[in-house]
Structures are given as C-alpha cells and as structure tokens.
C-alpha cells in the first residue's frame, strides 16, 4: 500500500494580494449596489477624452482636417455617449454609435473616439452568447472599409488598415472571453462551496434526526418491556398479597429487581450519550446495550411475569455485539407486545438457530388471542425492529399464526455477514 502523502499546511497569502483582493471586493460590492454610479463616471471619463480630442488634436490624424468643428463635436459625443449602456444593452450601444463611426469614416475626420466600439465588443463578448461576436465584428469593421473605399492608402494598404481592426476587435473580444471564463469558474466553484455547505447541514440535521430515532428505539425498548414487566408483577402480587404473603414478596422483589435493571440500562444510554458529547465523535453506539449473554435474564423477568416460556435453541451463538442486540431487542419486543396483548393462560416458544456465517433464524410464537396488531407510525416497536434488522440486510415478519392455530408469530432472519 503507498504510504499517505502528508497534506501541506495552507500558506498565507501576500500581504499585497490579501490588500489587492479586499479592494476588490469592496469595489464589486460597491457596483454591485450602485451600477449607475461607476457608469456615469466612466462615460463621463470617455467622452471627457472624446471633446479633448475634439478640441484639435484629431486633426494630426485625419484625412480630412476641415470637417467642420461642430461635426467633429457631434461624432465625438455619438460614439461616447452610448457607454453608459455598454453593460446593461452593449449590443444596442453599438448599433447606436454605428452611424455616426460611418460619418466619422467617410468624412475623414479619423476620430480616436470610434476606438471605444472596441469597449463594446469586450462587453458583447463578456455578457452575451458568443455567437453575437459575428455580427459585432462585422459592423466595427465597415467603418474601416469605408474609409479603404473613400481615401484609399493614404492611411496604408488596405489589407493592414483592414487587419489592424480585426486585429484589435480580436484582442477586446479575446479579453471579454476570458474575464468571462474566469468569472463563471469562481461562480463555479462558489456554487459548488454553497452547495457542499448545505448539504454538509443537512447531512447533520439527518445525522441528529437519525441518533433521535435510535434513543427512541432503545427508551422504548428499555422502558416498555421492564414496565410491562413490572405491571405484571403488581397484578400478581396483588392477588396473591391476602393468600400467600411471601409469592406477594417474590413479587416485590421482582418489581425491585426489574426496576433496577431498567435504571441500569438507562443509566448506560446515558453514559454513552454524553461520551459522544463530550469527545464529539460517534462512540461504539451498541458496545454498552445488552446482549445474548443477558438473554437468560430478560426470560426469567418474563416468566416472573406470568409468561411460560420455552427456549430452544441450536448452534453456537458467535455474533458481533451489533448482531446480538438485534436479536436480543427483537425476543424483548415480540415478549413485551405477548404480555400486553396475549391474555391470561398465554405461552409462548422461542426458536433461535445460529447458522453459518453469522446468519440467525428466529421464530417466536405464542398461544395468545391473536389478531392485528397496532402500527404505531412513530417508528417504534415492531417498526423500529424492522429498521434494526435492515441494517444487516436481514427481514423480519410478524403476524397472527395461520388457523387453526392461535396466537401471534414474529421472525426474525439475518444472513450471513458480507466480508470487509
């Protein structure tokens, strides 16, 4: 087996990344809640440099320096202005700026401002399926045709005028690509971080709902048989208490007896409790419950009840701790419901078969009234043994026992253990 790789300790970012990444969360926070605000300012940045231009610095590149000045201010605010809308509608904006690029190109004034279509293709490509770059760059690049068309190679040939634009519509739109790329990744990856976070809770609500349902089923165990026990008992002894004083103090003797055994038994759940509270692991949740070697005396509390029964069992009895319980909470369970509902002059058989493997074969039986049994929706009782033995793969069947024979029948069948 390859030894474990020991996991590097987590290094501690650069003071000037960690500063450079908090900036930027508040600067996206900050946009997120304002969009308007960053808008306006950077509009109102472009179109700033857009009437400087204007002012007579276009003139050193235009191919036609007497185009009028009012035109020229009028070009420089149609292809500016429209930034303001670059993310919310980019393919509107450019369609906006279109005209006035074509003014632009055939008047031969060669504004720098037609530039910013290019700002409009990175958000086109940032924000709308890709499948708008066609006609984008397309209409980025007529402009430049025009211009190809009316002054020919005054500003170079014509294959790098027209190269040097799609060049630089490439570029903004490769930009956009992978801003996008890279902010649907940590999107990703923040959505999957949510959702591992959920599931985690869940994952510990089910865990809490799941240790409820087994404290259920062992109270349940515990409490219901030692008090059916125990009613019995008094029953017993209240009748033999002005005929026979010393079965009444057999009788008291008992009810002390069981009494302590439930206490015992509820001492050690508790223990086991509050172990896994404190270490805040799972401790061995069935290590402290009863087990095959305390069959002997759940069956003579039974029969101090008032409930014969007999035992017949065969193999040897080698079964993990989780195994026995099992098969210790269902003969408790199938005697408990037999001296609540059975009756007077009621026995009862008990059938256990050790197999190979680790299998069980149970049968219990007795000779009471019979008929259907409660269904308790709760998750206890015979529900509660059904999801004990399901945890081994295993079945369990109760009912009454087919005529002509009286009384009530649970068996119990878990197969042989799956190798680890």
Known sequence: MDPVKPVPEDRAAEPLTEYVQRVSRRVRAFDRRRPLVWDLHLTGLWVLAALIDASGGWRNVAHDPDVPVGLVLALSLALSVPLLWRRSHPQVALLVTLPAALVNAWSGAAL????LQLLLVH????????????WAVLLVTIPTCVTVARYGDSAGSWNQQVGSQILSVGVAALIGITVRTRRDYTEA???????LETERDQQGRLAAAAERARIAREMHDIIGHNLSVITGLADGGRYAATRS???ATQALDAIATTSRQALGELRRLLDVLREEERHGTQAAELAPQPSLTDLDQLLDGVRRAGLPVRTTVQGRAALPEGRQ?????VIQEALTNTLKHAGPDATAHIDLSYETGGAVALTITDTGHGGPAPAPSDGRGLPGMRERT???????EAGPRPRPERGWRVHLHLPEESPQ
């Open 325 to 329: 319980l099992t098969v210790y909470r």
């Open 390 to 396: 399901s945890l081994y793969g295993g079945t369990l």
């Open 245 to 247: 004083p010393e079965r």
């Open 123 to 134: 958000h086109i490509a940032l924000r709308l399926p890709l499948r708008n770059l066609w």
């Open 189 to 195: 990856l923040e959505d999957r971080a949510r959702r």
């Open 112 to 115: 720098q401002a037609a530039l």
